[in-house]
C-alpha cells in the first residue's frame, strides 16, 4: 500500500510516547537527508499504563554535529562527556527519566550494534544511580524504534514500543508486528479498507468516551461496531425520558416512563427515576450487543472522581462529549500530563428567549499532547470552572436566571459524533492523507458552510507547554489535579446539574 505509514497494533510491554511536535523535531534532526548518525537525548516522565510502564517525552536536547555529537572511540560516534553531563543535570533536576537517542540506516527494522550494547552497561547504571530514575538508550530507522532502559531496582527492560500520537497514530517497533491470523471474518468488509494490521490495532485500543449523552451515545455505537476492544465509559446520569430521542437503542422502560409521566404521582417519579438505567448500562448493552469479545469497564461518576480521572490516565484514546468547563478541565490534564491523544466534539443550538434560532454550529476539536491545548485554545472559562465546583444554589444566585435545557437534536449530534469517530479510525489504520491538517473543524448545518480553527499555544502554558512549572508529560509524578480541585468537584457532582446531554 504505497504511501501508508507503518500500522502496528499496541505492544504488550513498555513504552516511549512521543508528543506530535517534539517527534518532529526529533526526526528533522535524525533524518536530514545526509544518511548519516546523528544523537540526542530526550528526558521523559514516568507513568504505568495498561500494558507496561510507560516513558512519557517532556523535552528533547538535540546534539549538535561535531559539537556534542563526535567520533567514538569504540562506536562510530558517541555523545560528549560535557553534553550527557548537562543533561544529566537537568533531567536531576526536573525529575525526569534520561533516554539517549541515536538513529541508523534502514527503513523497517532497527537494532543496537554490539558497541552500542556494551556503551549501555558501561554508562545507563552509573546515571540511574545519580538519577534515582530510569536512563537508557533509544534507536531509530525511518520506521523503527528500540530501546534498552535500565532501572533504579537493578532490572533492565527492551522497549515494546515507541508511540507517536500524530494523524496517523504511529506504533514503532523493533521489526514490523508479525501478520495477525484469523481474523475475525465478521469484519471482513471493514479489513478490505483497514488491512488485518488496522483492525487487530482497532481490536487492541483502549479508549475512553467521557459523557453518554446525545453525541457520546452514537460515538460508543460507532466505536463498538468498529471492533475496539475495550471502553472505558464515564458518565455520571441515568436516563431521563427527555433523552429519549437521542439515545441509540434506549427503550421507554429504560427512562420508566410509565412511572414518571405527567400526571404520575411524587412517589411514583421519584421510584422511576430511581429504577432508570443508567446511561453508563445502556452503553455497555450497545456496545456488547455489537461486539461480543469487547471489554467494557463502566465508570458512573463524575469525570472529575478519582476513579475516572485513574481509568483516563491508562487509556490510548479520549472522546471528550461532556459540555462542562470540568470535563473539559479534567481531559485537558490527562492529555497534557499523560500524553493521551483525543477529540472533543460539541453541538451548540442557541435559540434566543423569542425563539429566535441563532447560529446552530458542530464543533469538532483534536486534543493532541504537547499543542495548543483546551486552555490556549480560551475553551476552559476559569470563572465557568470555579462556578460548577461551587453547590447548586451558589450557581444559581452567581447567574440570576435559571438554567433552561439547552435544545438537542439527534440529527445534529450525528455530525459530531460520526466525523470524530472517522478521526480516530483513520488515525488508528494510518489512513489519513499525508498532508491532513489536525486544526478544530466547525460545521454551521443551517449554511452547509464549514469552517477551520488552528490554535496558537502560549509559551508558557502551564499544560502544553514544556515550561518549567508545567504539566506536560509529568505522568503520575504529581497528581492529575491540585487535590483540593478535586475535592471540590467531588463533593458537589450530585449538585452540578449535567449538561452532557445534548
Ligand atoms: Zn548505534
Ligand atoms: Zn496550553
Known sequence: MPGRAVVNP??????????????????????????????????????????????????????ADGVDYVPG?????????????????????EGLAYVAAHCHGGIASVSFSAPDMASHE??????????????????????????????????????????????????????????????????DRQSRLFGAAGQATLSEMRVAVVGLGGIGSILVELLGRLGVGHLVLIDPDKIDPTNLHRLPAARRLDAMTWLRHDGAPEF???????????????????????????TVTRLRCDVADPRAVKALTQVDWIFLAADTNTARHVTNAVIQQYLVPGIQVGVSIPVADDGQVGEVHVAIRPLIPGAACQWCQELINPSELALEAQPHYVRQQAR???????????????????????????????????????????????????????????????????????????????????????????????????????
Open 268 to 294: 411514583a417519579k421519584r421510584l422511576g427515576e430511581l429504577l432508570s438505567t443508567p446511561k453508563t448500562r445502556l452503553a455497555a448493552r450497545n456496545v456488547r450487543r455489537a461486539s461480543r469479545g469487547v
Open 10 to 63: 499496541p505492544a504488550v510491554g513498555m513504552s516511549l510516547t512521543i508528543p506530535p511536535l517534539l517527534w518532529e523535531r526529533l526526526q528533522a534532526h535524525m533524518f536530514p537527508g545526509d544518511d548519516d548518525e546523528h544523537g540526542a537525548i530526550i528526558l521523559a516522565g514516568l507513568a504505568d499504563g495498561s500494558r507496561g510502564p510507560r516513558l512519557l517525552a517532556r523535552d528533547l536536547i538535540l546534539a
Open 400 to 502: 440570576y436566571v435559571r438554567e433552561l435545557p439547552a435544545p438537542a437534536v439527534m440529527t445534529l449530534n450525528t455530525i459530531a459524533a460520526g466525523e470524530a469517530a472517522n478521526y480516530f479510525m483513520f488515525s488508528c489504520v494510518a489512513l489519513h492523507a499525508d498532508d491532513v491538517d489536525l486544526d478544530a473543524r466547525t460545521h454551521f448545518p443551517r449554511t452547509r458552510e464549514r469552517d477551520r480553527q488552528s490554535a496558537a499555544a502560549r509559551p508558557r502554558c502551564r499544560w502544553c507547554s514544556a515550561a518549567p512549572d508545567s504539566a506536560l508529560a509529568l505522568g503520575s509524578s504529581r497528581p492529575v489535579l491540585p487535590s483540593a480541585d478535586a475535592r471540590d468537584t467531588r463533593s458537589t457532582q450530585r449538585t452540578v446539574p449535567s449538561r452532557n446531554s445534548r
Open 122 to 187: 558501561h554508562a545507563y547504571p552509573a546515571i540511574v544511580q545519580m538519577l534515582d530514575r530510569p536512563a537508557g538508550g533509544l534507536v531509530l530507522a525511518r520506521e523503527a524504534a528500540a530501546g534498552d532502559v535500565f532501572f533504579p531496582d537493578g532490572t533492565r527492560s527492551k522497549l515494546a514500543e515507541v508511540v507517536v500520537p500524530t494523524r496517523n497514530l504511529l506504533r514503532l517497533r523493533p521489526e514490523p508486528a508479525a501478520p495477525t491470523g484469523g481474523s475475525d471474518p465478521g469484519y
Open 73 to 93: 572511540e569504540t562506536g562510530y560516534r558517541a555523545l560528549t562527556d560535557d553534553f550527557v553531563n548537562r543533561a544529566i543535570d537537568r533531567a536531576e533536576a
